[in-house]
């Protein structure tokens, strides 16, 4: 229930309600926050008040302006239009639900490692998370087969925690974990648990109501003997929606799963293969290229549904 009541108060009770107010506010204010993937040092760059003060909004021992409250207003409203100023003053369950989120997920941790910011991963997974559910397929190159490409199909959809479940596999090896929008990131925390390995990516995170294709790099254990970590570029695009039948859900992940994960010789186009591979070291690098393996923004091919990234072979 939301309190519509002015915080200038003169009684004892008055005063309670004042703390009891400026308390409510701060907790919403953190849920704010990590809605917008934003830290309390970029909020305070972002009004250009000091970060001292920004700390004092977010302990409860003081409450912004009516001028700041209608800026911090403006950037809740960048990822919630509807959201209007009166909505502060929400208790604190009520606020999470603005935001379409479970305030009891918040509270819980998941099961295994304790991850620090659990409670913001959720929050930006319920906010941007529904754009990445569907069936991808990714296109890296090969560690086998030099000059070749390899595809794995994927499945992103929301579990019970409220963060997107990966299900990823190709030739008999499945790989299972999470797809985590943080920022302008996506990141990827999956194990195989075929061969018992972990694997790790980042990719360049989109906006919008429907992502249809990402990149980024894999961190993975190379199939030598030694198994040496090995750092490789992915392109990922969308092959199809989910239905919401878990059952047929899951049946066409396999169909696509069971696909030979070797790309038959000139299928993946000539920009994605050198977009995939490209020269990197003190060499490139003094000739203009990279010193680095990166895969940044300014050269993404991260796309929403405006652009045509459907691989041909699934085009009607």
Same mark, same amino acid.
């Given at each position: 229930m939301s309190v519509r009541r002015s915080v200038t108060f003169g009684g004892d009770a008055d005063s309670r309600f004042a703390v009891q107010m400026i308390? !409510?506010?701060? *907790?919403? %204010?953190?849920?704010a926050l990590k809605m917008i993937? !934003?830290?309390?040092a970029q909020l305070a760059a972002e009004l250009g008040t000091h970060k001292s003060v920004v700390s004092r909004w977010l302990n409860g021992s003081v409450q912004p302006t009516p001028h700041n409250i209608s800026r911090l207003t403006a950037l809740v409203q960048t990822q919630?239009? *509807?959201?209007?100023?009166?909505?502060w003053e929400r208790e604190p369950v009520a606020f999470a639900e603005l935001f379409g989120v479970n305030p009891g997920t918040l509270k819980h941790k998941a099961p295994g490692l304790p991850i620090a910011i659990w409670d913001q991963m959720v929050a930006t997974s319920a906010l941007r998370g529904k754009a990445y559910e569907g069936f991808f397929r990714s296109t890296r190159p090969s560690p086998t087969h030099p000059g070749r490409f390899v595809h794995d199909h994927g499945m992103i959809r929301r579990d019970e925690n409220g963060l997107m479940r990966l299900t990823m596999g190709s030739a008999g090896t499945v790989v299972e974990g999470w797809m985590i929008p943080l920022h302008n990131q996506l990141y990827c925390i999956a194990a195989d648990v075929t061969g018992g390995t972990l694997l790790f990516g980042i990719f360049n995170g989109l906006?919008?109501?429907q992502v249809n294709a990402?990149?980024?790099?894999? %961190?993975?254990?190379g199939s030598d003997l030694g198994r040496a970590p090995t750092a490789t570029p992915m392109f990922c695009e969308r092959v199809g929606v989910l239905t919401g039948d878990r059952a047929i859900d899951d049946a066409r992940w396999n169909e696509l799963a069971a696909q030979n994960p070797v790309?038959? *010789?000139g299928s993946v186009p000539e920009h994605i293969q050198k977009h995939l591979v490209r020269d990197i070291g003190p060499t490139p690098f003094g000739l203009g290229g990279d010193l680095l393996l990166a895969l940044p923004l300014a050269r993404s091919l991260s796309r929403g549904p405006d652009f045509d990234t459907q691989p041909k072979t699934e085009r009607s």
């Open positions: 308390s !409510m506010f701060s *907790e919403n %204010l953190r849920l993937s !934003m830290t309390s919630v239009k *509807e959201f209007r100023i009166l909505d906006g919008g109501s990402f990149d980024g790099l894999c %961190l993975i254990t790309a038959p *010789e």
